[in-house]
């Protein structure tokens, strides 16, 4: 069949399944030097062996009722209806405890491989779901997250296109969803996006047709197009990289998952399967480095934890579903022997109010405690604990953040073995939840 580049583009074959667009690169420039690259290749090979996983608690998630300051009465008179009861948390450390639903991680905490940090924000934080998620992702906080560098996640991948060139990984990133997370956005890096279905991350046939082979036809007459293109038209590299990346690619992962097998049952939430496909890609060495991964619904403005006979509380349930999945992703790469080298970290746009609201639900709030687990976390709890009397909280009732979001990035990517002031754009302290070197 002859194909134009017009007749491919209007019928969908420049697309790889689940959000890797390959037009997007014609809006992308090639602004990597060779000083870059040089770093690049040293960021590389630091990162040889280390993993991050990024698990993103869309919505805001309520800090207060997760890591519950139980002994304070503060606590206790600010949530009426929501507090939970010494009887109710899991004790942590005489202060603090677990929400009941966060069992499955009791046995990281008393392995010391979760750590806690408190009181985690940035200073006039906003109350927006959209232009916090931006904050945290791109790290522009004087600009309001209106970043055109792309996202801190991103810029630290596109030192790593060096290691994806030569040892041919195009999964170096991965995101699992549906689309491509603003953390992970760079200029010139392109990150493939699955969803947990990893079969429909492939070229598909013509919909018209009924011949499956058809793919394969499809494939060849996509490479072919891509080598006729002038090597010496724009991004014309680029172009003939990220064609090849995603046709090597989809093979990978399909060979990945048909030989991959684990004694670990996953919870059957769209969550857990979305671990699964990063434990894939782990445990069969597709050389991830960065995984990404969401679990929504956490904008709980009403009824907050009300429970049925039936169903657990809204927020019991959505932490239940992020503490099983938690737990199965690290059961699962320690019984492959693949857990010294990756951890985990969560985070949310932001927590919510100190008081409850007349709804049996919490209003958008600001700081918020996160979450960093695995082999090689220092567990415990860092950072300072958030002061919830009424003098000390903002004019709108919210908690003043203790911890910026920032130096939990810059500790992440020391471990990662990346200069994070060069991703960052500035110096941040370290949180010392993980090793040094």
Known sequence: MNYTRRAMMKDGLLAVSAGMIMPSVFARAVRASQNAAREGDMWAQAALGRTLVVVQMAGGNDGLNTIVPYTDPNYKS???????????????????????????????????????????????????????????QTVDVDGQGRSSKGGWLGNYAKYLGGMIDEQGHPFTTLAVGSTLPTALRALNVDVPV???NTSEYRLLPDPASKDISAADAR??????????????????????????????GSKQ???????YTSTVKYPTTNFAKGLQVLAEAIVQKLGLRVGYVT???????????????????????????????????????????????VIVMTWSEFG???HENGSRGTDHGTAAPLFVLGKPVLGGVYGEPP???????????NLVNTVDF????????????????????????????LPVG
């Open 78 to 136: 600010a949530r009426p209806t929501l507090a939970l009861a010494a009887d109710q948390v899991l004790d942590l450390n005489g202060r603090l405890g677990f929400h009941p639903a966060l069992t499955a991680l009791q046995p990281l905490w008393k392995a010391h491989k979760l750590a806690v940090v408190e009181g985690v924000g940035y200073p006039n934080s906003s109350l927006s779901h959209f232009t916090a998620m931006d904050i945290w």
């Open 194 to 196: 699955v969803n947990s």
């Open 219 to 248: 494939i060849q007459t996509l490479l072919k197009l891509y080598n006729t293109y002038p090597k010496s038209a724009p991004y014309a590299a680029l172009l003939d990289a990220t064609a090849q990346s995603a046709v090597a």
């Open 253 to 259: 992962l399909a060979d990945a998952v048909s030989s």
């Open 295 to 341: 679990i929504g619904g956490f904008d709980t403005h009403a009824e907050q934890d009300t429970k049925t006979t039936t169903e657990p509380g809204h927020h019991s349930g959505l932490l239940t579903d992020l503490a099983e999945g938690l737990a199965a992703f690290y059961a699962d790469l320690t019984a492959h022997g693949m857990a010294d080298d």
């Open 352 to 354: 919510r109010r100190v």
């Open 387 to 397: 002061d919830l009397s009424s003098a000390s909280l903002d004019h709108n009732g």
């Open 406 to 433: 920032r130096s939990i990035y810059a500790t992440v990517l020391d471990w990662l073995g990346a200069p994070s002031a060069s991703v960052l754009g500035q110096s941040f302290s370290d949180q010392k939840f």
